[in-house]
């Protein structure tokens, strides 16, 4: 077998076999195929696409290229959890807790955040102590005696990926669907989970920009996912606007707080209960996401998610009075944004929200850049909210003068104010299954 | 300015400035540019193509690369001329004399053939004695007193190309249209002539299987010679059939010598006299193609264009005894092909002629294939001619025992003889100026 004729065949649109991708990941990872062939394979493929059983099966050969988790040791249908990621996305910290108290084991590895979408790693670092990294006893251990472990993910896990993700992101390749679909879930199979429970978001915030590609990514996923033998579903959901009142770390991490408490916004709880039902679903504890919707408010209502999430937040190392108290160092550079007029708050586009609060502190421009976890930016009216002039809008927080200032500078076009009540989109679009 | 940026401008199909090309092609060369960069952008553009700015940009831009012949001490309007390739393709080295013959001067640069299609300096290699390399000074003071030199390529000529031609081998970007104009186009701009002629063939045998491949390739190197101001014409043929009755390179040396003594094959002379005319045409030596051909068929009536083929091969060291007594050695393993019928031989594919020389030792599989100078194929008869049952139709020569066992199992596939007189396509298609 000779590369240049497998990349032929995918330029000139024809499908490769099991074993040609077999041989081109093997290849790449044990690097007899040179990073110049795989790249020119990888622009084929956003041109060209690749059909169901060819991205199972690179999902399934990237899988394979390291470490693989094995939980059978822990008991019960363990589930996952991923999201294509938004701008205020908090639900994993959410849905955590909350299915975990309804019985169905969570063993989740997660990602640091890029650009302007965060990462439920950085949010957890924001607690006083918590730890991120578990040996995989450690992990196991924990996920059997409280239901619930969130870490980062192993650098052994999935090496195939990780060489494959930092070739495309050089060489313009990145946004082909069938690579980013064999992507995430080449990670969600790797870590063991039966069953997988997807956010796939659209929108100016999201990694998507429109609905029939989250359609597509969402369709080839499920896809990959049952060829591979997991349980896998969808939620389409909008990421046009952001996602509950935070964003920012610390932030937001105050406000999974406040939800557990029952008083979260909610579009927040809307979007974690409709995963969090099909995570029910899906390790077999509801017949339907409409039982499971109820049996997660349960979990709310009768404070079980809030002693789950303390649970967790201790057995990680993380100190629980800093949560119970609300502890949590902010960005000392701190500017309210008043109403010019009174009106309802009209949409804000959720990739320059993202940007503001990247501008802030909260995000990374490049995998190096550190990260402020105080910086960030609340919501005190959401888009659709009456506010009078005068009252505050937006509270903006930076550890920086300078970059507050900077966000001040981008903050006049983003609040628009009219006697029109905007219409907002529906949150759930779809589920595919 | 970042590569991948511009790797996604081409993949979304936008226009590259010169100023991005130019990064481009420097940076390569340079090596600032990683090969995995180039080669993502290449298969872009084999998807999006380029529009003819940009393909002249990248050709100047390559043409830059390295060392430009200076042939201003060249008395008179040199004229340059390139064919893509062809099965039995002699035609350099029958036009070279003729249009020297007729006062254009030719200071050629030519390549060695790979895979099927012959080269120009490895025929000149059958030669006993001649050279195939010399230094500028004696190139440039041989045209002045012949009127003509053909040299094998420079190694300090267009490296960029060079680099990028051995990226595109081993990514499957070579048949991009524009990627292989501007590649052909760099070269005959570095090496100075004034005037370009250019044979485009198409068929079986040749680079562009189609004539609208064909014509979209001669158009965009027209486009791109007038864009740098050399006068450029373009003339289409057909490669279907094989050219002449010789294949291989001693026995197409011999037939340009019967051909120069007036005694060649109709075929030959006919894309020879069209492509020599427009040479003349383009070097101001004629007012139309028709005076062209007058001219050229005077230089070989008079027995001009003979001499001055002499007094070429003497002065690159051939040994001129060997042209006159026609003392080549050739393969010594030989087998003449009867017929097996009465009739009219039908079409022989070009490519299959081309393979079968190859077989016999005629051509390189790879670039480190050694040649048999010796070996290759004469057609007694060419097909559309009446043969008797039992007279022979074809000759094969080789060096080696074995590969002439191998060819002649592929002879018995290819000779079909019947009683309807097939129709021969027309050798030239059109001319584009």
Same mark, same amino acid.
């Given at each position: 077998?000779?590369?240049?004729?497998?990349?032929?065949?995918?330029?000139?649109?024809?499908?490769?076999?099991?074993?040609?991708?077999?041989?081109?990941?093997?290849? =790449?990872?044990?690097?007899?195929?040179?990073?110049?062939?795989?790249?020119?394979?990888?622009?084929?493929? =956003?041109?060209?696409?690749?059909?169901?059983?060819?991205?199972?099966?690179?999902?399934?050969?990237?899988?394979?290229?390291?470490?693989?988790?094995?939980?059978?040791?822990?008991?019960? #249908?363990?589930?996952?959890?991923?999201?294509?990621?938004?701008?205020?996305?908090?639900?994993?910290?959410?849905?955590?807790?909350?299915?975990?108290?309804?019985?169905?084991?969570?063993?989740?590895?997660?990602? @640091?955040?890029?650009?302007h979408?965060?990462?439920?790693?950085?949010?957890?670092?924001?607690?006083?102590? %918590?730890?991120?990294?578990?040996?995989?006893?450690?992990?196991?251990?924990?996920?059997?005696?409280?239901?619930?472990?969130?870490?980062?993910?192993?650098?052994?896990?999935?090496?195939?990926?990780?060489?494959?993700?930092?070739?495309?992101? $050089?060489?313009?390749?990145?946004?082909?669907?069938?690579?980013?679909?064999?992507?995430?879930?080449?990670?969600?199979?790797?870590?063991?989970?039966?069953?997988?429970?997807?956010?796939?978001?659209?929108?100016?915030?999201? =990694?998507?920009?429109?609905?029939?590609?989250?359609?597509?990514?969402?369709?080839?996923? $499920?896809?990959?996912?049952?060829?591979?033998? #997991?349980?896998?579903?969808?939620?389409?959901?909008?990421?046009?606007?952001?996602?509950?009142?935070?964003?920012?770390?610390?932030?937001?991490?105050?406000?999974?707080?406040?939800?557990?408490?029952?008083?979260?916004?909610?579009?927040?709880?809307?979007?974690?209960?409709?995963?969090?039902?099909?995570?029910?679903?899906?390790?077999?504890?509801?017949?339907?996401?409409?039982?499971?919707?109820?049996?997660? #408010?349960?979990?709310?209502?009768?404070?079980?998610?809030?002693?789950? %999430?303390?649970?967790?937040?201790?057995?990680?190392?993380?100190?629980? #009075?800093?949560?119970?108290? @609300?502890?949590?160092?902010?960005?000392?550079?701190?500017?309210?944004?008043?109403?010019?007029?009174?009106?309802?708050?009209?949409?804000?586009?959720?990739r320059r929200?993202g940007n503001l609060a990247m501008v802030?502190?909260?995000?990374?421009?490049?995998?190096?850049?550190?990260?402020?976890?105080?910086?960030?930016?609340? =919501?005190?009216?959401?888009?659709?909210?009456?506010?009078?002039?005068?009252?505050?809008?937006?509270?903006?927080?930076?550890?920086?003068?300078?970059?507050?200032?900077?966000?001040?500078?981008m903050?006049?076009?983003?609040?628009?104010?009219?006697?029109?009540?905007?219409?907002?989109?529906?949150?759930?679009?779809?589920?595919?299954?």
């Amino acid at each position: 077998m000779r590369m240049v004729d497998l990349i032929e065949k995918k330029k000139e649109g024809l499908v490769l076999t099991k074993e040609e991708i077999r041989y081109i990941v093997e290849g =790449f990872v044990q690097e007899h195929i040179p990073d110049y062939q795989i790249s020119a394979w990888a622009m084929a493929v =956003f041109f060209r696409g690749m059909n169901p059983e060819e991205t199972a099966e690179l999902t399934k050969a990237m899988a394979e290229s390291g470490e693989q988790l094995d939980l059978s040791e822990i008991l019960g #249908r363990v589930v996952d959890k991923h999201s294509t990621g938004g701008v205020g996305d908090k639900t994993t910290l959410l849905i955590g807790p909350m299915v975990a108290a309804c019985g169905v084991p969570i063993a989740k590895m997660s990602g @640091r955040g890029l650009g302007h979408t965060g990462g439920t790693i950085d949010k957890l670092s924001s607690i006083p102590g %918590f730890k991120v990294e578990l040996s995989q006893e450690a992990f196991i251990a924990q996920v059997n005696k409280i239901g619930l472990a969130v870490v980062a993910q192993s650098g052994n896990l999935v090496p195939a990926d990780k060489k494959l993700y930092a070739l495309r992101d $050089v060489t313009a390749t990145v946004n082909s669907i069938p690579l980013i679909a064999s992507s995430v879930m080449s990670k969600k199979i790797a870590a063991g989970a039966r069953g997988i429970v997807l956010d796939v978001k659209y929108g100016s915030g999201a =990694f998507m920009s429109t609905l029939e590609d989250a359609r597509e990514l969402a369709s080839q996923m $499920v896809s990959i996912g049952k060829s591979l033998g #997991r349980d896998t579903v969808a939620v389409i959901s909008d990421m046009n606007q952001s996602l509950g009142r935070a964003v920012g770390n610390s932030l937001e991490v105050l406000e999974v707080i406040e939800t557990l408490q029952g008083n979260g916004p909610e579009d927040l709880l809307a979007v974690s209960l409709e995963l969090g039902a099909w995570m029910l679903v899906v390790g077999e504890k509801a017949d339907s996401v409409e039982e499971g919707k109820q049996l997660l #408010r349960k979990s709310l209502d009768s404070g079980a998610a809030w002693e789950r %999430f303390l649970q967790f937040v201790s057995a990680q190392g993380g100190d629980c #009075r800093a949560i119970t108290n @609300r502890a949590f160092e902010l960005g000392t550079c701190q500017e309210r944004i008043l109403a010019q007029a009174s009106g309802y708050l009209q949409k804000i586009d959720a990739r320059r929200i993202g940007n503001l609060a990247m501008v802030l502190g909260a995000g990374r421009e490049t995998k190096q850049s550190e990260i402020d976890l105080g910086a960030g930016l609340v =919501f005190i009216k959401k888009p659709g909210e009456w506010v009078e002039a005068g009252e505050p809008v937006l509270l903006l927080y930076s550890g920086d003068k300078e970059k507050l200032t900077e966000g001040l500078l981008m903050v006049d076009k983003l609040i628009q104010i009219s006697s029109e009540q905007p219409e907002l989109p529906e949150l759930i679009q779809e589920v595919v299954r």
